[in-house]
């Protein structure tokens, strides 16, 4: 078999799964009573995949979730790339985003017993690339030259020990998601298809150690050693501190967060990273949420020879309309001051994105997105012969 005939028939395989999904999910719509977590199996068969299992009787939990999603591209690229969108980087072609698995033992934090818990995640699709970690863990599990742009990541792995002191005190070891940025690598908790360009330029994954402390309703702090942004062993010997803190009003209404990392990237050459992210969140009114979102970041040889900065500001601007519908807008202003995160030549990248999500199940979020991206400085465009794009998405997310 060649590898064009290879490639059409995953292709033929994808579309099939997507199509069988999309059929259970029609014959089994009526409309939801409320937006309450639900899994799919658990609406479907009266049990979840936990109980299904049988790991309930282990006190372990397992779900996952499916995103499956078409990013319209007018220009029609001969690469079929985006260019420097992420994650939904593929232009004009149905592709599975993620397909999530987890295994947990939760914590109950408010015990007052000494607990030991976990996770381990594994996720497969076309995000998965900009998941894995350098080294010996997931970057070479399958060969794209197999699977074209889907890959397998194994983004979470850690066991978390919980100690009933003060208010208590979790701590992880092992390899867990980034304490730095707003939007989430799961497609699940974020309202827009795409990303933003601070989000693909922040960790998203760190391997090490991480406490967690709440002081009380208002404060809670973190602080850890973990080896670099996206690394497991490849610079074992490159450590950072990473930590930071939330703080945020009785009423749970207006809140700042910050976090940061900082140390070596590398172990064989001068590399500091100082990286850190602000957030402040307000609701305007009950339904009406604004965030604010600021990121920095410098480090030294992020090219042989030559330091980098790069510093952001994402607003975000969502409203509840009910139950099932809300909606969103986005504004970025992404600047690379050196060329290092997106391309070889320094510039600006700004984008504007209005977003809905309809979750017409408790499990089931539909998500249409249009975005506008320009460029000064670069033209990362169309093959690179552009500096401006427009795109229409449209995925849906399942949880099960």
Same mark, same amino acid.
């Given at each position: 078999?060649?590898?064009?005939?290879?490639?059409?028939?995953?292709?033929?395989?994808?579309?099939?799964?997507?199509?069988?999904?999309?059929?259970?999910?029609?014959?089994?719509?009526?409309?939801?009573?409320?937006?309450?977590?639900?899994?799919?199996?658990?609406?479907?068969?009266?049990?979840?995949?936990?109980?299904?299992?049988?790991?309930?009787?282990?006190?372990?939990?397992?779900?996952?979730?499916?995103?499956?999603?078409?990013?319209?591209?007018?220009?029609?690229?001969?690469?079929?790339?985006?260019?420097?969108?992420?994650?939904?980087?593929?232009?004009?072609?149905?592709?599975?985003?993620?397909?999530?698995?987890?295994?947990?033992?939760?914590?109950?934090?408010?015990?007052?017993?000494?607990?030991?818990?976990?996770?381990?995640?594994?996720?497969?699709?076309?995000?998965?690339?900009? *998941?894995?970690?350098?080294?010996?863990? #997931?970057?070479?599990?399958?060969?794209?030259?197999? =699977?074209? $742009? +889907?890959?397998?990541? %194994?983004?979470?792995?850690?066991?978390?020990?919980?100690?009933?002191?003060?208010?208590?005190?979790?701590?992880?070891?092992?390899?867990?998601?980034?304490?730095?940025?707003?939007?989430?690598?799961?497609?699940?908790?974020?309202?827009?298809?795409?990303?933003?360009?601070?989000?693909?330029?922040?960790?998203?994954?760190?391997?090490?150690?991480?406490?967690?402390?709440?002081?009380?309703?208002?404060?809670?702090?973190?602080?850890?050693?973990?080896?670099?942004?996206?690394?497991?062993?490849?610079?074992?010997?490159?450590?950072?501190?990473?930590?930071?803190?939330?703080?945020?009003?009785?009423?749970?209404?207006?809140?700042? *967060?910050?976090?940061?990392?900082?140390? #070596?990237?590398?172990?064989?050459?001068?590399?500091? =990273?100082? $990286? +850190?992210?602000?957030? %402040?969140?307000?609701?305007?009114?009950?339904?009406?949420?604004?965030?604010?979102?600021?990121?920095?970041?410098?480090?030294?040889?992020?090219?042989?020879?030559?330091?980098?900065?790069?510093?952001?500001?994402?607003?975000?601007?969502?409203?509840?309309?009910?139950?099932?519908?809300?909606?969103?807008?986005?504004?970025?202003?992404?600047?690379?001051?050196?060329?290092?995160?997106?391309?070889?030549?320094?510039?600006?990248?700004?984008?504007?994105?209005?977003?809905?999500?309809?979750?017409?199940?408790?499990?089931?979020?539909?998500?249409?997105?249009?975005?506008?991206?320009?460029?000064?400085?670069?033209?990362?465009?169309?093959?690179?012969?552009?500096?401006?794009?427009?795109?229409?998405?449209?995925?849906?997310?399942?949880?099960?």
């Amino acid at each position: 078999m060649t590898k064009l005939q290879t490639a059409q028939s995953q292709s033929l395989i994808l579309l099939r799964l997507i199509k069988g999904l999309a059929l259970i999910l029609l014959g089994s719509f009526v409309p939801a009573a409320s937006a309450q977590e639900q899994s799919a199996f658990k609406d479907l068969t009266g049990k979840d995949l936990t109980q299904l299992t049988g790991l309930n009787a282990f006190d372990l939990t397992v779900g996952g979730w499916a995103t499956a999603g078409y990013t319209y591209n007018p220009l029609h690229p001969a690469d079929r790339s985006n260019g420097t969108v992420q994650f939904n980087n593929r232009a004009n072609e149905l592709t599975l985003h993620q397909l999530g698995l987890f295994i947990e033992k939760p914590l109950d934090r408010s015990s007052q017993n000494w607990q030991l818990g976990g996770r381990f995640e594994f996720m497969f699709g076309t995000d998965t690339p900009n *998941t894995q970690a350098t080294g010996h863990w #997931d970057s070479r599990l399958i060969s794209q030259q197999d =699977l074209r $742009y +889907y890959d397998i990541a %194994l983004p979470q792995a850690y066991v978390e020990l919980y100690a009933p002191l003060g208010n208590g005190i979790s701590t992880k070891v092992g390899h867990f998601y980034s304490i730095l940025g707003y939007e989430s690598v799961p497609s699940s908790p974020n309202l827009f298809v795409s990303h933003s360009y601070s989000m693909k330029s922040s960790p998203f994954t760190m391997s090490g150690v991480l406490t967690s402390y709440t002081v009380n309703d208002m404060l809670s702090v973190q602080a850890g050693a973990v080896t670099g942004a996206d690394n497991l062993d490849r610079y074992a010997g490159a450590w950072s501190f990473t930590g930071g803190f939330s703080l945020e009003n009785q009423n749970h209404t207006r809140g700042f *967060t910050f976090s940061i990392l900082d140390g #070596d990237v590398d172990d064989t050459l001068p590399s500091h =990273l100082t $990286y +850190y992210y602000s957030m %402040l969140h307000q609701d305007l009114t009950t339904d009406l949420h604004y965030v604010l979102q600021h990121d920095y970041g410098e480090q030294q040889n992020a090219l042989p020879g030559q330091h980098a900065e790069w510093y952001s500001l994402v607003h975000y601007l969502t409203y509840d309309l009910n139950q099932q519908w809300s909606a969103g807008l986005r504004a970025e202003w992404f600047h690379d001051d050196d060329g290092t995160r997106f391309s070889v030549v320094p510039g600006s990248y700004y984008d504007i994105s209005a977003g809905a999500n309809w979750k017409p199940r408790a499990w089931l979020t539909i998500r249409p997105e249009l975005r506008y991206d320009w460029a000064v400085g670069p033209k990362p465009f169309n093959v690179e012969t552009r500096n401006n794009q427009l795109l229409l998405s449209l995925d849906a997310v399942i949880r099960f």
